[in-house]
């Protein structure tokens, strides 16, 4: 039981650990000559508790392994936190630097189920006529599956990181033209830092959530030129988000082009110190960033958190017919 419980202590609540079989040895080794020598360590899997060494699965998605998600989002609260105020090897001067909070959403493949708001941020009824209540699992469902584009969404989602890559080259291209800079003499200047999570929206289409910074030629340990301004920076990503497309396939004499929805949102972060907390503050982009970096799809569609083999597989599922047809279209 002691043996047992070591290795269960160690997983830190893991409830997928990945079971190792095999042994390991460790000896000492002479520098000089290279020859092995005595015995220090000897490890066989088959002198533990059921004849496993176990392991933590590491898995960052919550729906897999609550613990191993926990610890991810941890980290990665701990990781943006520094990269905004310093601390972990990051100077405290990165709270000076120009900061925003940006979210860039995909575009409309057809009407959904939603909850509209007014300029008051009052709920609106649904366009069904339906006020819908915020955990209504119609939401994000299409108002007519018949006339909703399933293969441009699911296209999308399979091009949204090299939207997102191209989107950080137009970014700089935008950054150093507001500078009266070339691309080139910008790297000696400035450098454009940022952190990203993908989340997915309920109509199962993906958008991102990131934290951009402009910081001297040597990144977080250099001071920004004078030019840099957050509204610098704020004009520039509205401008190469407006730009960067991305050419998909062709399929069935259709060609995709895709492009970021219209619904662009960037705030400026600013340290509560600067204004009694009415701003957006480091610690609450951190934790919005974290927390979305544990979720995947199966959070907002109650779509799967792993990859099917089989399509008749779909069959034996227990998800709604929405997920259901994005699965079938991808």
């Not at 991810?72 to 990269?83: A, E, K, P, V």
């Not at 199962?204 to 990131?210: D, E, K």
Request: glycine share 8%.
């Amino acid at each position: 039981m002691p043996a047992l419980l070591r290795q269960l202590s160690a997983l830190g609540g893991c409830t997928h650990p990945i079971r190792l079989d095999g042994h390991r040895t460790e000896h000492t080794v002479d520098t000089r000559t290279g020859e092995i020598g005595n015995v220090l360590h000897h490890l066989d899997s088959t002198t533990l508790p059921a004849g496993h060494l176990l392991v933590r699965c590491n898995n960052r998605r919550t729906t897999r392994c609550a613990a191993c998600a926990e610890v991810y989002r941890r980290d990665t609260f701990h990781l943006i936190t520094s990269g905004l105020r310093g601390g972990k090897g990051v100077p405290e001067r990165v709270a000076a630097h120009p900061r925003v909070f940006a979210t860039f959403t995909a575009p409309g493949f057809g009407p959904v189920h939603n909850r509209p708001t007014g300029p008051t941020r009052s709920v609106r009824p649904c366009r069904c006529g339906v006020l819908h209540d915020q955990d209504d699992a119609a939401l994000g469902a299409p108002l007519n599956p018949e006339t909703y584009d399933y293969e441009a969404a699911v296209l999308w989602n399979a091009h949204a990181g090299a939207l997102w890559r191209r989107f950080s080259t137009y970014l700089r291209r935008e950054v150093a033209k507001r500078a009266g800079l070339t691309q080139r003499a910008f790297r000696d200047y400035a450098r454009v830092s940022f952190a990203k999570v993908a989340e997915y929206q309920k109509r199962g289409a993906v958008h991102f959530h990131a934290v951009i910074r402009i910081d001297g030629p040597d990144g977080g340990d250099t001071p920004p030129p004078g030019w840099a301004t957050a509204e610098l920076l704020t004009d520039a990503i509205r401008a190469a988000a407006t730009a960067v497309r991305v050419d998909g396939p062709v399929i069935d004499g259709r060609a995709h082009v895709f492009a970021l929805g219209r619904q662009l949102d960037v705030r400026t972060i600013r340290s509560a110190d600067f204004d009694g907390g009415q701003e957006l503050t480091e610690r609450a982009v951190a934790a919005y960033i974290a927390k979305y970096a544990t979720k995947g799809a199966e959070t907002a569609t109650g779509a799967l958190d792993r990859p099917l083999k089989f399509l008749a597989e779909l069959a034996q599922l227990d998800i709604s017919d929405h997920a259901r047809r994005l699965i079938r279209t991808a």
